[in-house]
């Protein structure tokens, strides 16, 4: 990583490159765990993690809840001008992606550059950002993750972007996609992702949910051969939720984009970027939307956060707990890795916390968090009896009979003609607890 970019200003003063310090080292600043260059089996941990910070609420996001106004103050909002603003806002993203250490960021289109109702000004300001964000990606080497567009902000959104009931309201949602499309193609980003904000209903008594769907697939279907057609060969990511904050939403989790996708015809240009604290909202873990995203060969990328458990809704926390990370990165091992997509930290500082440090305060800890996870992991699959654990379970379906089942050989009578021949079968235990002590085992290693 070349020597961190600094524009006009320096915004995050007294605050040097962050330094690998290793475990035993008490300073706040340092990573303990996430050495970049370390081998973990064939590749380093920065190829094996990619990380990528968020534009949205790392520099965009003030604190504020539905109870109370915002409580950070950042520096390049002195800025009066929205353009001049947007300008020092991309110089401390890009101080901090390099201080930090990442190779990646994501950002919306009207995180990096002022929105505005005029279809043409909205363009221009996007374009001007784009060509400084190019500019300051060549200077750092920091590359873009994915680029997205925003389609659940402004109040045109209420009932819906793709899926809205209003054909004036998916047209503008047209220029957005199409922009942002255009903008992550010249920054080079590696995928472009869809998070359906608000595509789903509040209530079904207005809504004729059949016909949003198609209208849903429609429009993907329109953006993917828009993006092929300008040299995109990325992959297309969807990101589950849900609810929150329509009542419902059409990306539920995992397995039901998973299903859309497959029903559409999209899965081959179509992926899943799945955040951590959606999953247990829809009641499931994050390592189980993972899994059955992978399960589909769907598992794109990863958007690392946690949620509150005592909390109902999208806290938005950075990720702290080690059996969540050990539980993603065994998936995402199994299935060779997640590239093009990556780690994005779409997590937010609390709003109790106003420091400047703050902010890599709360990214050294999700970063150490993920790399624990890798080496656990890693040593779980490969140092362990882990795996042949697993595959012991399943032995019956090896050979014989159990394999002429999965090789659908055997009929239904003949299930029952060896059922009478076996008798009753043995109770076998499915051993979780030896499962969990191992987990604790390597992770106190």
Same mark, same amino acid.
């Given at each position: 990583?070349?020597?961190?970019?600094?524009?006009?200003?320096?915004?995050?003063?007294?605050?040097?490159?962050?330094?690998?310090?290793?475990?035993?080292?008490?300073?706040?600043?340092?990573?303990?765990?996430?050495?970049?260059?370390?081998?973990?089996?064939?590749?380093? =941990?920065?190829? !094996?993690?990619?990380?990528?910070?968020?534009?949205?609420?790392?520099?965009?996001?003030?604190?504020?809840?539905?109870?109370?106004?915002?409580?950070?103050?950042?520096?390049?909002?002195?800025?009066?001008?929205?353009?001049?603003?947007?300008?020092?806002?991309?110089?401390?993203?890009?101080?901090?992606?390099?201080?930090?250490?990442?190779?990646?960021?994501?950002?919306?289109?009207?995180?990096?550059?002022?929105?505005?109702?005029?279809?043409? /000004?909205?363009?221009?300001?996007?374009?001007?950002?784009?060509?400084?964000?190019?500019?300051?990606?060549?200077?750092?080497?920091?590359?873009?993750?994915?680029?997205?567009?925003?389609?659940?902000?402004?109040?045109?959104?209420?009932?819906?972007?793709?899926?809205?009931?209003?054909?004036?309201?998916?047209?503008?949602?047209?220029?957005?996609?199409?922009?942002?499309?255009?903008?992550?193609?010249?920054?080079?980003?590696?995928?472009?992702?869809?998070?359906?904000?608000? /595509?789903?209903?509040?209530?079904?008594?207005?809504?004729?949910?059949?016909?949003?769907?198609?209208?849903?697939?429609?429009?993907?279907?329109?953006?993917?051969?828009?993006? &092929?057609?300008?040299?995109?060969?990325?992959?297309?990511?969807?990101?589950?939720?849900?609810?929150?904050?329509?009542? !419902?939403?059409?990306?539920?989790?995992?397995?039901?984009?998973?299903?859309?996708?497959?029903?559409?015809?999209?899965?081959?240009?179509?992926?899943?970027?799945?955040?951590?604290?959606?999953?247990?909202?829809?009641? !499931?873990?994050?390592? !189980?939307?993972?899994?059955?995203?992978?399960?589909?060969?769907?598992?794109?990328?990863?958007?690392?956060?946690?949620?509150?458990?005592?909390?109902?809704?999208?806290?938005?926390?950075?990720?702290?707990?080690?059996?969540?990370?050990?539980?993603?990165?065994?998936?995402?091992?199994?299935?060779?890795?997640?590239?093009?997509?990556?780690?994005?930290?779409?997590?937010?500082?609390?709003?109790?916390?106003?420091?400047?440090?703050?902010?890599?305060?709360?990214?050294?800890?999700? =970063?150490?968090?993920?790399?624990?996870?890798?080496?656990?992991?890693?040593?779980?699959?490969?140092?362990?009896?882990?795996?042949?654990?697993?595959?012991?379970?399943?032995?019956?379906?090896?050979?014989?009979?159990?394999?002429?089942?999965?090789?659908?050989?055997?009929?239904?009578?003949?299930? &029952?003609?060896?059922?009478?021949?076996?008798?009753?079968?043995?109770?076998?235990?499915?051993?979780?607890?030896?499962?969990?002590?191992?987990?604790?085992?390597?992770?106190?290693?």
């Amino acid at each position: 990583m070349s020597t961190p970019f600094i524009g006009k200003r320096e915004y995050f003063p007294g605050i040097g490159s962050i330094p690998f310090e290793g475990r035993q080292s008490d300073n706040p600043l340092a990573f303990k765990f996430y050495d970049a260059n370390k081998k973990i089996g064939d590749k380093t =941990m920065a190829e !094996h993690l990619r990380f990528a910070v968020c534009y949205w609420h790392s520099f965009c996001n003030m604190g504020h809840d539905p109870f109370g106004p915002g409580t950070r103050h950042y520096p390049w909002d002195v800025e009066t001008a929205p353009l001049a603003r947007a300008e020092a806002k991309l110089d401390a993203a890009f101080e901090f992606f390099t201080k930090l250490g990442v190779p990646y960021y994501c950002f919306h289109d009207i995180d990096m550059a002022p929105d505005a109702d005029d279809v043409g /000004e909205y363009e221009k300001n996007l374009k001007h950002m784009v060509a400084l964000a190019k500019e300051r990606q060549s200077a750092t080497g920091v590359k873009l993750l994915w680029g997205t567009a925003n389609l659940f902000s402004h109040p045109r959104y209420m009932n819906g972007a793709a899926t809205n009931p209003d054909f004036a309201v998916v047209s503008r949602a047209a220029v957005q996609i199409k922009a942002a499309l255009d903008a992550t193609v010249e920054l080079g980003g590696s995928n472009y992702v869809f998070w359906g904000g608000r /595509e789903g209903y509040a209530s079904l008594h207005n809504t004729n949910m059949k016909r949003e769907l198609e209208h849903f697939a429609r429009f993907l279907t329109m953006a993917r051969d828009y993006g &092929r057609s300008i040299g995109f060969k990325g992959n297309f990511l969807i990101e589950p939720k849900p609810m929150e904050p329509m009542n !419902h939403q059409y990306d539920f989790d995992s397995a039901t984009v998973a299903g859309f996708l497959q029903q559409h015809g999209l899965e081959k240009d179509f992926k899943l970027n799945i955040e951590a604290n959606h999953a247990t909202l829809a009641g !499931h873990t994050f390592e !189980h939307d993972l899994q059955v995203a992978s399960n589909h060969g769907l598992l794109g990328s990863i958007d690392a956060n946690r949620g509150n458990a005592q909390n109902g809704w999208d806290t938005d926390q950075f990720p702290s707990d080690l059996y969540d990370t050990v539980g993603a990165m065994l998936v995402v091992l199994r299935q060779g890795g997640l590239a093009p997509g990556g780690l994005n930290f779409d997590a937010k500082v609390r709003r109790e916390s106003t420091d400047a440090d703050d902010l890599f305060l709360a990214h050294i800890g999700g =970063m150490d968090s993920f790399a624990r996870g890798l080496e656990v992991a890693h040593s779980l699959l490969t140092a362990s009896p882990w795996e042949q654990w697993r595959a012991d379970r399943y032995a019956s379906f090896d050979n014989g009979p159990g394999r002429d089942f999965e090789l659908a050989k055997l009929s239904l009578d003949d299930l &029952r003609a060896l059922a009478v021949k076996n008798g009753e079968p043995t109770q076998r235990s499915g051993k979780q607890e030896r499962y969990e002590n191992l987990i604790n085992l390597h992770l106190s290693r």
